[in-house]
């Protein structure tokens, strides 16, 4: 079995400093894809950093199976990492970087060959088994660095903003790749990621962190429909949630309402248009409504424009209150 369970753990680098990682516990299933998410500097690679082995908890445990692995070296927690910066052998082909690890552990010939092949086959990198890194595009890259990883059949997958590095579309791409790599293997993956679109597409379960600590811990669904706090509301969600302060849709406390949950040309909250934005399938529309900015969204076109004036319906049955 391969999950993953951190305990109160914490990471501090100099006395005094606040911790990079704040009595962080998570329960991770066995074969289940979690994803890390949060802003820069939010403690989420220094986590992840933690379960690899590569930093050293200051306190707390962490557990891979029945095994604590909370000081073990990272060759003997049965991991396979991959980095931002796909961290190739620039001199080594495609096929000697994925088998290279496999040599040092000195697996048999015929299983490297298999593993190589099979992993190969399952990116779709056969053709290129023979390439130098430098011949290869960033995306086919990231694929080596993936199949690398995969053909040590680890216990469980670490990813470190794989994707970072990738233009938008090979972004795409890569995230469908490592979904299906998911589906496929059924292994335990834990993710990290500053970018929210990413985690909404791709984890069964995401943790939201800031300044070292959880803030959430939810599937994608109610982490957008119903958030813990001012801070994930305003985080998750492309554009985030509204924020009107108290006193605007409520005596009692802060109202959150996603943009589309909003609607436009009807109402009784009177706003201005502050501009509009075209995506093609929809409109969003920027205004400001009693001296506090907003977002709008609209099917389609709207023809409204800087300066007008006009009315707004929120649909008070999907608003979330917040006393914090």
Do not use: W
Request: with cysteine.
């Amino acid at each position: 079995m391969s999950e993953v369970r951190l305990e109160a753990v914490s990471k501090v680098y100099s006395r005094g400093d606040r911790p990079a990682v704040d009595g962080f516990s998570l329960d991770v299933k066995d074969g289940e894809f979690v994803v890390l998410v949060g802003p820069s500097g939010c403690g989420k690679s220094t986590t992840l950093r933690m379960v690899a082995g590569l930093e050293t908890p200051t306190s707390g445990k962490i557990s891979i199976g029945e095994t604590d692995v909370t000081n073990l070296p990272p060759k003997d927690r049965d991991i396979a990492m991959v980095f931002q910066n796909y961290a190739l052998y620039p001199h080594m082909t495609v096929r000697e970087n994925l088998s290279f690890a496999l040599k040092l552990r000195h697996f048999h010939k015929d299983e490297i060959v298999r593993r190589v092949a099979e992993a190969a086959r399952s990116l779709g990198l056969s053709e290129y088994l023979e390439r130098l890194p430098k011949a290869l595009s960033g995306g086919q890259r990231q694929r080596v660095a993936l199949g690398r990883a995969i053909v040590r059949e680890p216990a469980v997958f670490l990813f470190d903003e794989p994707l970072s590095n990738l233009d938008a579309k090979m972004r795409v791409e890569m995230r469908s790749e490592i979904i299906r790599l998911h589906n496929r293997l059924g292994a335990t993956m834990l993710y990290v990621t500053h970018d929210q679109t990413e985690a909404m597409t791709m984890g069964e379960r995401i943790v939201v962190m800031d300044k070292g600590r959880i803030q959430q811990v939810a599937g994608p669904l109610e982490i957008y429909e119903r958030p813990a706090n001012r801070f994930v509301a305003g985080f998750i969600g492309t554009p985030p949630m509204n924020l009107f302060p108290k006193g605007t849709l409520s005596d009692s406390a802060t109202v959150g309402l996603r943009p589309e949950n909003i609607a436009l040309g009807r109402g009784t909250l009177r706003a201005t248009v502050d501009f509009t934005e075209s995506l093609g399938s929809e409109t969003l529309v920027h205004v400001v409504a009693e001296g506090v900015p907003a977002i709008v969204r609209v099917g389609g076109f709207s023809s409204v424009r800087h300066g007008e004036s006009v009315m707004l319906e929120p649909d008070m049955s999907k608003a979330v209150e917040f006393r914090d």
